[in-house]
């Protein structure tokens, strides 16, 4: 245990500024999103309006079954919408802190210069356990006063203690479970991919049985911050299990830690070999020789993730079961169009979810050239006769191959699910539109980051705040009401029509125009500068 307090304190002061920024962006999204929905559902209808919504199969998938009961305040449809995704983003945010400050203090050497000193075993581990728990108890009081000053018409003050600590215990609990994974794992990149792979793989399961059985959401982990009834019941024992849960991985990891040698994982994933394959004849080869894995996974995860959202597409494309009177009126080959017709809708949003989920491992394949260079890993490739050209092109190229296959492949899952759970036929082609917008969109995405990537590299992260207000907005956009110049903020925006409609030449050549004037800006500043090593 001893340095555990020093080593806390040297944490929490290099981190500040970033845990300032999550801050802001999460508990400023809560406040706002609460002082907007008064307006929203001020009156009767709006509200009724709201409620049948929500209870659609569609709208199930995305925030959970509506559990509350009348009369409905506003206060109640606000945690209603917000818990699932509030829930979503505090994990992100552990996440990044429990591998950063684990694995990837191990990987970077400065671990092993802290473990040098009279440093005990778990100490730094212990560290980080603190660290986190601060930071989310801080989390914690924030969006509890952010609530408690909105005046959202409803708000008591057990519900807003309750979101808040729910939240805090959520994001706790997943940051526990990224901890567990980094005594697996001999690596960051494994640590941060098998953490969001459990997020995503628990979300998705989340969301099958909301749609499906929703008492069966209890054994999903994740669908317990959607049973706290908040505002209305406020239901504790959710709290409990994710408490419970969070100290018995805790303990588990210190324990793992324990026995585990410095440097490796617990997992052996991978064999070193002797030499290296022929086919590794240049920078490109080289570095999907090492992303093979973040590659496979990733087209996989896609596809169960779009074959997970066409499983639902019988549920939320039923029209006799959500409004058998209409139904009736239309007769059967017109219920089955109005069924087409919704379902199309919903793979439209859903393209673009896919599209921002796929812009991640592409903007971490385009980071990856600075921090190769920062770690002197580029520095040998350098001291070859190969051109900044062509490493500049490898990492691009790499990333535009990931993102597109990731796009198809959720396109794909979601057409082959989705077909299989109607008894109607779907066109395919249709599906493919969401492919020929949403890519060139990512592209565009792309493009600011080779811009700052290249002109300014200490400040490439800031590209992460384009994809994340994208989902924001075209996600939860209609729910908070936004303009419609604030869904066109990003190029995410700009295809809100497809697949219902064919593809705008305008904004797809934009996107492509995007990608190419700041990709070149990008390569023109990354020659001339100098290299960031160490």
Aim: with cysteine; hydrophobic share 50%; net charge positive.
């Amino acid at each position: 245990m001893r340095r555990t307090s020093l080593l806390l304190k040297t944490y929490l002061r290099r981190d500040w500024f970033k845990f300032v920024v999550w801050a802001l962006c999460i508990v400023g999204l809560a406040a706002v999103s609460a002082g907007k929905f008064n307006s929203l559902y001020e009156t009767e209808a709006a509200m009724a309006s709201i409620i049948a919504t929500l209870k659609t199969p569609a709208m199930v998938s995305m925030f959970g079954p509506m559990t509350a009961t009348a009369p409905y305040t506003v206060a109640v449809i606000y945690a209603m919408e917000m818990m699932v995704f509030m829930g979503f983003f505090m994990a992100m945010m552990n996440i990044y802190f429990a591998v950063k400050n684990t694995r990837g203090e191990e990987d970077s050497g400065v671990l092993e210069l802290t473990r040098a000193r009279a440093v005990s075993r778990n100490a730094p581990l212990n560290a980080v356990i603190s660290q986190l728990v601060i930071i989310n108890v801080v989390m914690g009081v924030l969006l509890t006063l952010g609530l408690e000053v909105s005046g959202m018409n409803g708000v008591t003050i057990e519900g807003s203690l309750l979101f808040g600590i729910s939240l805090a215990i959520f994001g706790m609990m997943f940051g526990s479970f990224s901890l567990l994974i980094a005594q697996l794992t001999d690596n960051s990149r494994g640590a941060t991919i098998g953490s969001y792979v459990l997020l995503g793989g628990l979300f998705v399961l989340r969301m099958i049985t909301d749609v499906q059985n929703s008492d069966t959401t209890w054994w999903t982990i994740y669908g317990w911050i959607e049973k706290l009834n908040i505002y209305d019941q406020n239901d504790w024992f959710p709290v409990l299990l994710m408490l419970v849960l969070t100290v018995v991985v805790c303990t588990v990891t210190v324990m793992l830690n324990r026995t585990r040698d410095f440097g490796s994982g617990l997992l052996v994933l991978n064999h070193q070999q002797k030499s290296s394959s022929r086919l590794i004849n240049g920078p490109f080869s080289l570095l999907l020789r090492l992303e093979r894995m973040p590659l496979i996974i990733w087209t996989l995860g896609m596809f169960c993730l779009g074959a997970s959202y066409g499983s639902i597409f019988g549920q939320v494309g039923d029209l006799l079961a959500t409004n058998p009177m209409m139904a009736k009126i239309l007769g059967s080959q017109g219920t089955d169009n109005a069924n087409l017709a919704v379902v199309m809708s919903f793979a439209g949003m859903l393209s673009v979810v896919f599209a921002v989920v796929s812009t991640i491992p592409a903007l971490q394949i385009i980071f990856k050239i600075n921090r190769d260079e920062r770690k002197g890993w580029l520095e040998l490739i350098h001291a070859n006769a190969v051109s900044r050209l062509k490493v500049y092109l490898s990492y691009l190229g790499l990333a535009v191959i990931i993102s597109g296959i990731c796009l198809f492949a959720a396109i794909l899952g979601m057409y082959v699910s989705g077909s299989a759970a109607v008894d109607y036929d779907l066109d395919f082609s249709k599906f493919l539109r969401g492919f020929t917008s949403y890519f060139p969109a990512v592209l565009a995405v792309m493009g600011v980051g080779t811009f700052f990537v290249g002109l300014m590299p200490r400040l490439q992260n800031i590209v992460w705040f384009v994809p994340i207000y994208g989902f924001v907005s075209i996600y939860l956009g209609a729910l908070l009401d936004f303009p419609k110049w604030a869904k066109q903020l990003t190029p995410y925006g700009w295809f809100s029509k497809v697949p219902i409609h064919a593809v705008p030449t305008e904004p797809l050549l934009l996107c492509l125009g995007i990608m190419i004037v700041l990709g070149i800006i990008g390569f023109i500043t990354y020659r001339n500068r100098d290299l960031t090593v160490n």
